[in-house]
């Protein structure tokens, strides 16, 4: 059948069971919108309040629900906008299709109104782009990029197309999904010897000798990385904890891979990983990093990390072996996959002394009782009591952000929403946007600190007119808490530019974007506006008082050995 | 051998608009120079054949290797080990020969280095010899005091020796032989 452009892409879509998609409209998409108005039956469109809000958002969609999320933007300053979103999706591996229409061909390279190089822009930050200047090549490359995001390891791709191809009109041919790997471009791509859609089969042999390693340690360590979280592996893991007997420690991006209650975890591994976590990394004698790629937060310095063991990489990504930290043996494959493997070949093991050892330290950190503010403590620990157990968090980047993963219990993959490595402080509200859109039964809590929270607050007025019901947690101490912490303890308190002694007042904020906001100072006003935030079941912001110098602990500086803690 | 020294990759990629600036840009970002690198069609016209040699120990290359045959339009990635490859590389001299002794004397250099006189002016010659590096550099030395006008290289291209090509084996065998990348 003939159909437009804009039409063959909405057909692509719906092929891929996309229903909901994050987006800004502009000149050169609005064939696009166009014909996304005539199917706003089955696709439904949240406007955000900016490109990068919509690019988190997606991302945030794609990280809780576990499929590929859906971006539009127009071009020029319309795709610039998301690119932060798109490095944030990259650094973390999450599946998002990013959809752009450029000017149209014969304006194309002139330097046109709203005209930009984004495939080149975007070429180190996406796992593939194109640019389609050919309506009939539109649904083959549609059909490539979903797959390509969501295969292997995860991760963005960008379609760029130009604005007559939207208008212009080529044969269109309906192909179930299935299909999709033996025809067209895909097809090609999948026959040839270099690449595959299917995760690679792990090496048997690798397996066994894993299992004789295992077999032979007495002090083994597990690391869940964000491998397991995308893979969603998390029985397995727990399984291969638990027959192993092993103690686990979680990076950033594996919270949710690993249950925060099983009395296996030492928390969390790295610059701000518990003493428990960091001790059992220096002195294990095997340790087995699942989905992890030993980032220099985690690593903090590759020379004399886990000095004393065997290290063994498990990754679908055969170029992250060896790429931080040198290991002694790796294992590639899907996370899932190696998991069972393993799982089919060992016998349950007991490391009692070895566990006995590793919780002799602290696997928390313990916090002091705030006087005239809130302890960072006190509010998780009142989010943990008040809201329910499944509630899923999106966080931004800063002090809040490793106070959350610290203190919160996470239970399934997709329950933390975080910018592990990019660090993008505003990722929050959006991801938070997009989690409780993918995820309408679940309840959705933002965690932001005052420096996070001005940069994207904007789309409060997204969750207001969707009536998306959010409930953000500003830890707000008046300052880039993080930065100022280095300033603390690396820079002889000099505090550079960090103090954020400013407006907005936070609550007139929420009240302006038609939501509502209560300035807490103690347990029992944060208690009361919880309480209100959750019977009243829309979007909410509480503005909770915290102290300028609270730090989070403990810390080990960047570089340094991961025992050296600069404070505990 | 751990240490840098300059190392030969085969790429066979799509002949695709773009293909080139995405693997010349992962060497840079990755913080390697470019040493040589020489681009032309093969014998199917639709893949391109890569030969580029960059400074780096094997650690690095391994890395590198990895990284370009994650992206899609690289068909199969080879490192050429230097005792079983053939590198040539294609240099055009034109030197100054402003008396007929001196063309005489820059013509015998020449045939001694089996290099080919390709344009002759009256006060100009211009050789082309086909070699490796060393052969390169000793007829620039020799022809150097007569006065090099411009000198042009294509840039190192290379095959393996024997019945080995980049075909039957697209993965480094050994430690990376798991078949096919996961896209």
Redesign the interface.
Known sequence: MQMTGAKILMECLLEQGVDTVFGYPGGTILNVYDELYRYRGKIRHILTSHEQGASHAADGYARSTGKVGVCFATSGPGCTNLTTGIATAYMDSSPVVFITCNVAENLVGKDSFQEVDITGITMPITKCNYMVRDTAKLADIVREAFAIARGGRPGPVLIDIVKNATAQTAEFTPLPREAHASAGRLGALIKRASHDLRAPEPDLNDVHKLVHMIQASQKPLLICGGGVVRSRADHEFLALAECIDAPVAVTVMGGGGFKGRNPLTTGMIGMHGSQASNMACDSCDLLIAVGCRFSDRVALDPASFASQAQIVQIDIDRSEINKNVQTDHHIIGDAKRVLQMLLDELEPMDHTPWKDYVFSFKTETEYDEGGSTLTPKQITDAIARLMPQDTMVATDVGQHQMWAIQHFHFDYPGQLLTSGGFGTMGFGLGAAIGAKVGNPEKTVIHITGDGSFRMNCNELATEQYYDIPVITFVFNNNTLGMVRQWQTLIYDKRYSETTLDRAPNFVKLAEAYGLRGKRVCNVKELEAAITEAMEWKHGYVIDCAIDQDEMVRPMVGGGSRITQFIID | MDRAVRRSLSVLVDNEA?VL??VS?LFS?KGYNIESLAVGTTDDPAVSRITIEVLADD?QI??LS??L????P???VKLLHPENAIRRELILIKVSVPTSEIGNRVIQIANIFRASIIDVSPTTLTLAMIGEESKASAIENLVKEFGILELVRTGMIALERGSDTIYED?KEKGE?N??????
């Open positions: 773009g600036s995405q840009r970002r650690k391994n890395l990895n990284q045959r994650k992206l899609l690289v068909h199969s697209t990376f798991y078949g096919k990348n996961v896209l």
